[in-house]
């Protein structure tokens, strides 16, 4: 059974750094294409960032090019997201995702990220 | 950026009835090189993660049961639920993956009436 569970959220202030996990099992993680996909308290879904199989390409949405870093170790079937100069907007909760390509067939549970002073 | 809309925002509909939810981008999501549309519909509850319903407009995920179908091509896409379960309670969202960045519509709500 795949699984995905995040951890590592938390509240920070506005300027902070947070780095959240996914810890990925029941699938072959190395071959697998890994996304961050937010959702804003009470909002709808965001795409963040995606890295592929090896981690040399990745993309991210305009709003945290430059200031978040999605990376993953496949020794440890883990996927991360390193975010600095949170905002108030940044706000959410953030979910792992996987599947093929870039349709998200697997979800974690996701965890929370609170930007506020 | 490919903006997905959809409508209507909120639905009510009696249970065994159909609910039909509609999603429109602001281009095409068809490709001219396997006639294939990059559109998708998940499904989210309370408190949960979503989960894929339909990829490709209208295939069904692994386990979804066949009251969901998916329909349309290129802009207009449509997910109809034939017969509404209690349990089919949720916010439904439409992705397109047609191109980066990949982008969602804002979520139709569907209650009981």
């Known amino acids: 059974e795949v699984q995905l569970v995040e951890s590592g959220g938390g509240l920070v202030q506005p300027g902070g750094s947070l780095r959240v996990s996914c810890a990925a099992s029941g699938f072959t993680f190395s071959r697998n294409w890994m996304s961050w996909v937010r959702q804003a308290p009470g909002k709808g879904l965001e795409w963040v960032a995606y890295?592929?199989?090896?981690?040399?390409?990745?993309y991210y949405v305009d709003s945290v090019k430059g200031r978040f870093t999605v990376s993953r170790d496949n020794a440890k079937n883990s996927l991360y997201l390193q975010m600095n100069s949170l905002r108030a907007e940044d706000t959410a909760v953030y979910y792992c995702?996987?599947?093929?390509?870039?349709?998200?067939?697997?979800w974690g549970q996701g965890t929370l990220v609170t930007v506020s002073s | 950026d490919i903006v997905m809309t959809q409508s209507p925002d909120s639905l009510a509909v009696s249970l065994g009835e159909r609910a039909p939810i509609n999603c429109r981008s602001s281009?095409?999501?068809?490709?001219?090189?396997?006639?294939?549309?990059?559109l998708a519909w998940y499904q989210q509850k309370p408190g949960q993660p979503p989960k894929l319903l339909i990829y490709g407009a209208s295939t069904r995920a692994s386990g979804v049961p066949d009251r969901f179908s998916g329909s349309g091509s290129g802009t207009d896409f449509t997910l109809i639920i034939s017969s509404l379960q209690a349990e089919d309670v949720a916010v439904y969202y439409c992705h397109q993956y047609y191109s980066a960045p990949i982008t969602f519509g804002q979520g139709t709500r569907l209650e009981i009436k």
């Open positions: 281009q095409s999501v068809l490709s001219s090189s396997n006639n294939n549309n990059y």
């Open positions: 890295i592929n199989q090896d981690g040399n390409e990745r």
């Open positions: 995702a996987s599947g093929g390509g870039w349709v998200f067939d697997s």
